[in-house]
């Protein structure tokens, strides 16, 4: 396969991206839509990584996007006085991507080893547990979590500060979700993908041919939870400018990735983006003329998906785009 | 001081922990039988508490009343489940009967979220205590675990003693073998998922006997990470296995909780609730088939 044609897929993925960015700029009041839109497509991109891939669901998923939140605010509330400027920015993307993958290797070390069923039931309560961890043992604050604006103010300055969480934080997560996307197709189209499209068949003859599907798992696991804490650094703690516990392990927002996966498609490269602007322009809408009736209407909508068409929207373009020219750009 | 405190919470621990073992029998029989994990579960025990709280307000009879018609509401919705959806993924891969038990159990609370907002309510039914010198035990709470064991009896007869419970048992061992000997495993499967919501439902009702505040739409989450702790310390497959391992996981939390509330600076409660997911990892990883079984 050519490299033009092994990366003509992303050609859909980076227009969805770079016309919601130029939307964002050029109509006026649009900006924080898109930002919400954006984080969608983000963190169905970052699930996907794992959950598409490979097949398993981590209903802990949040607790990935918890620690990088933290991560992110830790740094900035301890390092506010020494006159790093913006670069204490950095450290806490660095941090929070550390403390992600930390959480990863110690949950992996034990859900890894299961499988199916056992995987989603160790990980369901990992979010639940380590809120009550940081709650119970007083870590970070505890329940009261941590509020470090006026400590960004002094960092950088009440200017720069108030762009930061308005708008550059959203820049950031574009950035993340760029991350996500070139990330996502390098496995896909490397060994990996293949690896993981034969676990995700029939795990026990994959390792029967010899693929050491463990390892590769854990790339999956370890990858996908580093863009989480990344996602939680910047769409949440920069800026809103404040962490909570109780927030930042909220289960519904594992529930909003599921959706969105389920339906642009599981396991595609297009599918969390297409699923992801379909979640959050009905949510949007949905919040004007139904207010509080959202998961209401997306529960059912899961349930449905799974029964009807496993595959999702992109699942279903891909079929029908099939022995045409533009099948090499859906992936 | 110290040890009367500790004796007095790990007996209330052993009391609300049948309670818990009946609540996580359900969730072990569904497994069991189907191989389907409802992770909705919190949710339809949530149901259950709604049921006792209406019993009380509503018709202003004792919430325990509410028992028999919590069970029917379980049945009734897990035979609308299983016919509208699980049937249909009892073949297809274990991500679809997660996400579809995990979508019901969202349906269920904002469901009731509609119907009873999502303000926390709860009751006051007080018929007298009775004194045991080192710890003081309301006579609701006796009810419950009585009536727990009571329900724990029955299915044990029901599986042993009676032909359906019989049948049931042989699609557990092997569905291929039932079907040859004229079992109709498809309304086998969907007879244990109905019973075993039904259980669910129930059970809630005889958790507000212990615990009658803190009703709402959310207050099932909880209790599901609970269960699979239960489930899992019972083996995950066996009813029975499920209520020991309610009995050990009560002790095991009301234990926790009188040594966290010893050391200073710690939130206890919190501390308990942490403890619980901790010990599903440490038993999933060193006994994966449950505590009273060997490897």
Known sequence: MGAARKYAPLLPVLGLYAALFAIGLLVPGKWQL????????????????????????????????????????????????????????????????????????????????????????????????????????????????????????????????????????????????????????????????????????DEDAAKVMGINVTRFK???????????????????????????????????????????VLLGGAGTLLGPIVGGLIYGVSKYYLAVYLPGFQLLVFAPVIIAVIVLFPEGTVGMIKKNLLGTALEKYIL | MFLEQLSGNLFQGLILGAVY??????????????????????????????????????????????????????????????????????????LATLLATFAFGVILEETIKLIATSESRGFNWDIGKIDFGFTILPYTKLIAFAGSVLIALLLYWWFNKTRAGMAMRCVVEDDQGARVCGINVEWEYALSFSLGLGLTVASGVLLTMFIPVGIQPYMGGGYTLKAFVIAVLGGLTSPYGAFFGGLVFGL????????????????????????????????????????????
Request: charged share 10%; proline share 2%; net charge positive.
């Open chain 2, 21 to 94: 073992g009946m609540a996580t029998m359900g969730l072990s029989l569904i497994f069991g039988v189907l191989r389907v994990v409802n992770v909705g579960h919190g949710a339809f025990m949530m149901v259950g508490a709604y049921c006792s709280l209406w019993a009380f307000h509503g018709l202003g009879v004792a919430p325990i009343l509410a028992l028999p018609l919590a069970m029917l509401v379980g049945m009734g919705l897990g035979l609308i489940f299983y016919y509208t959806v699980i049937r249909r993924l009892i073949k297809a891969p274990e």
């Open chain 1, 34 to 201: 898109i930002a919400q839109l954006v984080f969608y497509c983000a963190l169905g991109q970052a699930f996907n990584l794992f959950m598409g891939m490979t097949g398993y669901v981590d209903f802990g998923y949040v607790a990935f996007m918890g620690v990088g939140a933290y991560g992110m605010a830790v740094t900035v509330s301890s390092l506010s006085d020494k006159g790093l400027g913006m670069g204490v920015i950095g450290i806490g993307l660095i941090l929070s991507v550390v403390f992600a993958i930390l959480l990863s290797l110690a949950v992996g070390a034990v859900a890894l080893r299961l499988r199916g069923a056992y995987f989603a039931i160790a990980t369901i309560g990992v979010n639940e547990g380590f809120r009550y961890l940081i709650e119970g043992a007083r870590i970070w604050n505890g329940s009261e979590g941590i509020i470090f604006s006026s400590q960004l103010r002094e960092l950088i300055g009440r200017e720069a500060a108030m762009s930061l969480s308005t708008f550059w934080a959203d820049v950031m997560v574009f950035g993340v979700a760029g991350i996500a996307t070139v990330l996502t197709i390098v496995y896909m189209r490397g060994k990996i993908g293949y690896a993981l499209a034969a676990l995700r068949m």
């Open chain 1, 218 to 260: 854990i790339i999956a696991f370890i990858t996908s939870a580093a863009l989480a804490g990344l996602l939680g650094a910047t769409a949440w703690a920069v800026k809103l400018t404040y962490v909570y516990p109780a927030d930042v392990f909220g289960i519904h927002y594992t529930v909003e990735a599921i959706i969105i």
């Open chain 2, 252 to 295: 095991l939390e009301n234990g926790s909780y009188s040594l966290f509330a010893q050391i200073p600076g710690l939130e206890p409660f919190a501390m308990t609730r942490f403890f619980s997911f901790v010990m599903l990892l440490v038993i999933l990883l060193f006994r994966p088939t449950g505590l009273l079984r060997a490897r």
